[in-house]
């Protein structure tokens, strides 16, 4: 991959990003990160149509950045007329043009095939023998691209982590964190990502006068934060909160459901998500916390992020 900067989105200019590369190493896969990032994206585009679509924004507005993808399935595409295509709009002063290229072993390619079954595009012809047919065809794009990723290694993941990396518009959207408390004994939440069983704190629901109230109230809290246990499993697990969540942000997680559970519900589980959401607050962070089974007034309460 190449050191290529990114173009400025400031200096006026439409930014057009050409997406090419040989069939199977991943176009659709970037075409459609680059769509999730803001970007607007058009793919297989016949080459004759592109001075009729770009450029056409308002004065001083250069309008959201245009992604369009080609391969060799791309009706009327022709290697030369793209290079010639790239280098005219290159001169161009109202347009801010760079290409990728998308590149994979002969070998990953043709595994890659055989296990979706699915055909080469190059008619008539082995996959291995289209694969190294294309492989030539689009040698001159290749040359001229301003950025060549390579994917034989990647997984879908890791493409989509370069692609967000390499071409970003506008600040990272920051990673949503939900906090659950829940009961066990009214089934798992349906989607949670890290679940911490808060059945090993003494059970308040036992204690005269405690079993009404939940875990917002302060004899409550007062009483599971008296549990020997409580003081180190919530060191534990925050740091452990704090370790994790940067890294999944870097990984391009949108969502992350961090959930509390305990028999009920009311009591331990909700403690424990009011001091982790503080927590996390404290740190940086902006989590939605919701108290699944906390009945108030006939609904479950949510509480937004403070």
């Given at each position: 991959?190449?050191?290529?900067?990114?173009?400025?989105?400031?200096?006026?200019?439409?930014?057009?990003?050409?997406v090419t590369g040989l069939a199977g190493a991943g176009r659709t896969t970037a075409l459609?990160?680059?769509?999730?990032?803001?970007?607007?994206?058009?793919?297989?585009?016949?080459?004759?149509?592109?001075?009729?679509?770009?450029?056409?924004?308002?004065?001083?507005?250069?309008?959201?950045?245009?992604?369009?993808?080609?391969?060799?399935?791309?009706?009327?595409?022709?290697?030369?007329?793209?290079?010639?295509?790239?280098?005219?709009?290159?001169?161009?002063?109202?347009?801010?043009?760079?290409?990728?290229?998308?590149?994979?072993?002969?070998?990953?390619?043709?595994?890659?095939?055989?296990?979706?079954?699915?055909?080469?595009?190059?008619?008539?012809?082995?996959?291995?023998?289209?694969?190294?047919?294309?492989?030539?065809?689009?040698?001159?794009?290749?040359?001229?691209?301003?950025?060549?990723?390579?994917?034989?290694?990647?997984?879908?993941?890791?493409?989509?982590?370069?692609?967000?990396?390499?071409?970003?518009?506008?600040?990272?959207?920051?990673?949503?964190?939900?906090?659950?408390?829940?009961?066990?004994?009214?089934?798992?939440?349906?989607?949670?990502?890290?679940?911490?069983?808060?059945?090993?704190?003494?059970?308040?629901?036992?204690?005269?006068?405690?079993?009404?109230?939940?875990?917002?109230?302060?004899?409550?809290?007062?009483?599971?934060?008296?549990?020997?246990?409580?003081?180190?499993?919530?060191?534990?697990?925050?740091?452990?909160?704090?370790?994790?969540?940067?890294?999944?942000?870097?990984?391009?997680?949108?969502?992350?459901?961090?959930?509390?559970?305990?028999?009920?519900?009311?009591?331990?589980?909700?403690?424990?998500?009011?001091?982790?959401?503080?927590?996390?607050?404290?740190?940086?962070?902006?989590?939605?916390?919701?108290?699944?089974?906390?009945?108030?007034?006939?609904?479950?309460?949510?509480?937004?992020?403070?």
């Amino acid at each position: 991959m190449s050191d290529h900067p990114p173009q400025d989105e400031a200096d006026g200019r439409q930014r057009l990003l050409l997406v090419t590369g040989l069939a199977g190493a991943g176009r659709t896969t970037a075409l459609h990160t680059l769509e999730d990032s803001g970007w607007e994206t058009i793919d297989n585009l016949p080459i004759r149509f592109l001075d009729r679509l770009i450029g056409q924004t308002l004065p001083g507005d250069p309008g959201a950045p245009l992604a369009i993808g080609f391969d060799s399935r791309t009706r009327d595409f022709s290697p030369r007329r793209l290079v010639a295509k790239i280098a005219a709009l290159s001169q161009r002063d109202d347009i801010a043009i760079e290409t990728l290229f998308l590149d994979c072993s002969n070998e990953e390619l043709e595994r890659r095939y055989n296990e979706t079954r699915r055909r080469h595009p190059q008619p008539g012809m082995p996959a291995a023998d289209g694969i190294a047919a294309e492989r030539e065809l689009l040698d001159p794009v290749r040359r001229v691209a301003d950025t060549v990723i390579v994917t034989t290694t990647f997984t879908s993941n890791d493409l989509q982590q370069a692609v967000r990396e390499r071409y970003p518009i506008g600040p990272v959207p920051q990673m949503t964190v939900s906090v659950t408390s829940f009961g066990f004994a009214r089934g798992m939440p349906p989607v949670a990502d890290l679940v911490f069983d808060m059945r090993f704190l003494d059970n308040p629901h036992w204690v005269e006068g405690l079993r009404e109230q939940t875990g917002r109230d302060r004899p409550v809290a007062d009483h599971v934060r008296a549990d020997p246990a409580f003081a180190g499993a919530f060191v534990r697990i925050r740091d452990l909160l704090l370790f994790l969540l940067p890294r999944y942000a870097a990984q391009g997680k949108p969502y992350v459901n961090v959930a509390f559970g305990c028999t009920g519900g009311r009591h331990r589980s909700v403690f424990m998500a009011e001091e982790i959401a503080k927590a996390l607050r404290t740190a940086g962070f902006a989590p939605t916390l919701l108290h699944r089974n906390l009945d108030r007034q006939g609904s479950e309460a949510a509480v937004g992020a403070r």
